[in-house]
């Protein structure tokens, strides 16, 4: 298989007015996501956006389409929810940048994919949206003054049908009350990026994210992303490209102070809302994060309001748990999410295929 058959050149940039609000698409839940895994972990917001902002960039250049570059979503939840120390969460990114490698090198995508199962990976789906929305209430409930005041702000950005941009309204408050509390960030630079102690992550809690977060990028990020640039775009764009490419990433901003990073459906779709029709798109945002690194400071970040981070992530939550019901098998989706929250969402994970591939097998034998 030619590595990355699908990238090509010939797709023309285009920089107008829709591409600067479609590059708005792809980050109602990247931000949310980094800014929250910033305040409740180790992990180095500048160096994040950084990475965010260079692979925006170049993959947006080597497809010549509004591809999404978004974090994992599995693994960050984990993280957030504090089921994943940062050394969990970088060897877990490394660990399926390798696995993502060789999936795509080897096109052996539409193999896996008919073992994990279309349920499962709307359970996974489901089982993140309802940790983000455990975390969200808890932080909420710290301050429910400021929590109420997200509310309000998410619910008027939903009734004036700006539904899409609800996240980022809040988290554009958030913001405020922070430079209101920190005064304006004067721009500094990052410095080198924090090594984590990669030794430490070898745990069974990085082995459960691991395979959580590889049925959630296999379903969403390859197969999924793959069908809806057909759907939208009339582009032929491979899975297993997707997964190389998701791979590369990885094993790059890992190590620069990134988080694990995948393409998805979702911040496709995201873009092509807000008018993005080629790789401008990214271009325009890349350039965003790339600006932002320089303002990010510790004392902003520290400003911000814990219990508006809640109301924020359980927008998020919403907007990531709603697929479930697009599931094929209801019952076992929303079984797979609702034992994440008794047990983990690894083990849910494990299970939920089990019970995939028995109920597979009973139908076949109707």
Not at 115 to 138: C, D, K, M, N, S
Not at 189 to 207: C, H, K, S, Y
Not at 253 to 261: E, L, R
Not at 336 to 365: C, D, K, M, Q, Y
């Amino acid at each position: 298989m030619p590595f990355f058959s699908d990238l090509s050149s010939s797709r023309r940039l285009e920089f107008g007015s829709k591409e600067i609000t479609g590059a708005i698409g792809d980050s109602l839940t990247v931000l949310p996501l980094v800014i929250a895994l910033a305040l409740l972990t180790d992990v180095s917001l500048p160096h994040v956006l950084f990475a965010f902002g260079v692979f925006q960039i170049v993959w947006g250049v080597a497809y010549g389409l509004p591809i999404s570059v978004e974090p994992m979503k599995a693994l960050v939840a984990l993280a957030i929810a504090g089921a994943l120390t940062y050394a969990e969460l970088a060897l877990a990114g490394l660990v399926l940048a390798v696995v993502l490698l060789a999936i795509g090198l080897t096109g052996t995508l539409a193999s896996l994919e008919r073992w994990i199962g279309e349920p499962v990976v709307r359970g996974v789906q489901f089982a993140v949206g309802l940790l983000l929305l455990e975390t969200g209430l808890r932080l909420a409930g710290e301050d429910p003054f400021l929590a109420g005041v997200g509310v309000v702000i998410a619910a008027v950005t939903v009734l004036v049908g700006h539904r899409n941009a609800s996240a980022l309204a809040v988290l554009a408050a958030g913001a405020l009350v922070a430079v209101g509390t920190a005064g304006l960030p004067s721009p500094q630079w990052p410095g080198l990026p924090p090594v984590p102690p990669i030794a430490q992550g070898f745990t069974r809690g990085t082995v459960e994210g691991v395979f959580a977060q590889l049925a959630m990028t296999i379903g969403n990020a390859a197969l999924a992303t793959s069908l809806l640039f057909a759907d939208l775009f009339d582009e032929d764009v491979s899975p297993d490209d997707l997964s190389t490419s998701m791979g590369v990433t990885n094993l790059v901003a890992v190590p620069i102070g990134g988080i694990p990073m995948c393409h998805g459906c979702d911040g496709v779709a995201g873009k092509h809302e807000f008018g993005a029709r080629t790789g401008g798109a990214n271009v325009v945002l890349g350039v965003f994060y790339l600006g932002a690194v320089f303002v990010a400071t510790t004392a902003l970040l520290g400003a911000f309001p814990l219990a508006m981070l809640g109301v924020l992530l359980a927008v998020v939550s919403v907007s990531l748990g709603k697929s479930v019901v697009r599931s094929s098998n209801l019952a076992l989706s929303a079984s797979i999410g609702l034992l994440t929250l008794f047990t983990n969402l690894g083990i849910a994970f494990l299970v939920g295929v089990v019970a995939h591939l028995v109920l597979e097998r009973v139908s076949r034998s109707d």
